[in-house]
């Protein structure tokens, strides 16, 4: 996809006796190199130089330059935050960490801290956080999902989900956010689900949605219709496939992955391991090396260690051997004097972010953690934002690492 600036020197030229003739090839190859490395809020303003320029920078194809160069730039990486009031979701906040580091001299602390201390709150936005990805953020309100750029600050809401499952309460709606890099599409799955009084999941129904002008949501494209089940934690998306924890019934614990491209499911059985029973509290997914690994950290705050199997084979349901990592004793205990220790994980390969469950003023910070160099690589610190939302009963927090994004929203 080529877009030329010959039309703004046309116009110049009529303007002018003074006609340039040569370079003007160059001149587009060096601007389409240039222009993606510019920061984001100096394209916001070169939107309103002319028409020319803002179909350039709106366009799909600069964005996912943009977004290259973002995903290799360490100052265009952030760590953000989300905060929902249990009670009341309607109060929800949006942080993000300054990208440069606060200055941190510490014999037990030699990673660098960032302070969450940008408020990126948009109005209206309320709910719970469902995804991330390529800069782009999904959140939803009962049955009203919106996706959000926190860079240009624009949202779009989706049409409300319909479903011939009615469910006992918003709670039984799950979405997640994804990308199908082969048609460079954007794509939420909803899942409503129906379950029965032996905490069985006995009704399951997804419908998917293309992000774009008009946009609608419609039944998945699966032929095989996957068994009933009901998400229960934040998924992980790899090359194009989204994968995430689900329960089929109160024992039974699945991992289930969806083809963004082909809207097929996939059911993939834990590992089967002596004296391991999964639980959604303490297990998480990530990406490890590029594939799919699974996590369990039941035994962290008695040895500091993390078992960790990836999947060599989602067909068959085949995972590695088991491996462990044993973590800084200190550090997880200091985390989790106030409430319990959470592992999450990042956009990036092989790093867990370890945070107490209950962010307060006594323990406002977050750890990220590789377990590949087996170190600590970065603090995260969210004291100046605590104090301001210090007095909800409880506040649901959420940590991401993500980049920026200039994609605009179609409506």
């Known amino acids: 996809m080529s877009f030329s600036f010959r039309l703004a020197a046309a116009r110049d030229r009529k303007r002018s006796k003074t006609v340039v003739k040569p370079a003007w090839n160059l001149l587009d190859e060096l601007l389409m190199e240039i222009i993606p490395r510019l920061p984001a809020k100096s394209l916001m303003r070169f939107k309103c130089v002319s028409r020319l320029w803002h179909s350039l920078i709106t366009s799909r194809y600069l964005t996912n330059r943009f977004l290259k160069y973002s995903s290799s730039s360490v100052q265009r990486s952030r760590m953000l935050m989300s905060f929902v009031d249990s009670d009341e979701p309607y109060k929800y906040a949006l942080i993000s960490s300054s990208h440069d580091p606060v200055p941190l001299i510490s014999p037990f602390y030699p990673a660098p801290m960032y302070d969450l201390d940008q408020d990126l709150t948009m109005p209206r936005i309320g709910g719970c956080f469902d995804s991330a990805l390529r800069g782009l953020l999904c959140v939803r309100l009962l049955r009203s999902v919106r996706i959000c750029n926190l860079t240009t600050m624009q949202r779009v809401t989706l049409p409300i989900i319909t479903s011939r499952i009615v469910p006992e309460n918003n709670e039984n709606i799950w979405s997640y956010f994804g990308h199908e890099p082969v048609h460079d599409e954007y794509k939420v799955l909803s899942t409503v689900w129906e379950v029965s009084e032996e905490e069985k999941v006995v009704r399951s129904e997804h419908q998917v949605l293309v992000l774009g002008h008009g946009a609608s949501w419609r039944s998945t494209r699966s032929t095989i219709p996957p068994p009933p089940h009901c998400p229960y934690m934040h998924g992980i998306s790899i090359n194009g496939v989204l994968y995430y924890g689900a329960w089929v019934d109160k024992n039974r614990c699945v991992v289930m992955s969806f083809d963004m491209r082909y809207e097929e499911f996939t059911l993939i059985e834990l590992p089967v391991e002596t004296g391991i029973v999964w639980d959604a509290r303490t297990m998480n997914l990530m990406n490890y090396k590029g594939k799919l690994a699974v996590f369990e950290y039941s035994s962290i705050m008695i040895n500091g260690s993390i078992d960790l199997w990836f999947v060599q084979d989602a067909g068959k349901s085949g995972w590695s051997d088991k491996k462990s990592f044993v973590l800084p004793i200190f550090e997880t ?79």
């Open 333 to 411: 205990r200091t985390l989790s004097m106030a409430s319990r220790l959470l592992i999450q994980p990042t956009s990036h390969s092989s790093e867990i972010c370890l945070k107490p469950e209950e962010i307060n003023r006594h323990n406002p910070r977050c750890v990220i953690y590789d377990l590949e160099r087996c170190k600590i690589t970065r603090l995260i610190s969210g004291m100046r934002i605590v104090d301001r939302f210090w007095g909800s009963t409880f506040m649901q927090t959420t940590f991401w690492d993500d980049i920026e994004s200039i994609m605009y929203l179609e409506t």
